[in-house]
């Protein structure tokens, strides 16, 4: 049995994925954005997927793609980048990307260590 349930972070991904959703659509309030950093229940999970599997690349890909994806939320913010509720074009494309690597790195360690 492994120390960490690997099939748990693909639904918290998505809930995560939902709250950005909710933050570019100015749903939310602006101090809502710690729902998505470092306080986050998927940057828990990240947190306890790296001290569980230290030794694997991909974990350390997993954690890289995540701060990234914190990275272009607090740019968004920071910037003032949403228009009428919506992103330039070419960052929902880069969002798009990140999330699509954080959902095939999780799909892919769940192979490798089950």
Do not use: C
């Not at 999970?45 to 991909?58: H, M, P």
């Not at 509720?85 to 929902?92: A, F, H, K, S, T």
């Amino acid at each position: 049995m492994f120390k960490y349930d690997l099939p748990t972070a693909v639904p918290t991904l998505h809930n995560l994925k939902k709250t950005i959703d909710h933050f570019l659509s100015d749903t939310i309030t602006l101090n809502s954005i710690d729902k998505i950093g470092a306080n986050s229940e998927f940057a828990s999970e990240v947190a306890d997927i790296l001290k569980g599997y230290r030794e694997n690349s991909q974990v350390y890909n997993l954690d890289f793609q995540y701060k990234r994806l914190v990275q272009i939320i607090n740019d968004i913010h920071n910037l003032n980048l949403v228009v009428n509720n919506e992103i330039p074009e070419w960052l929902e494309y880069e969002l798009g990307i990140v999330f699509h690597k954080i959902r095939n790195i999780l799909l892919a360690l769940e192979i490798e260590l089950n």
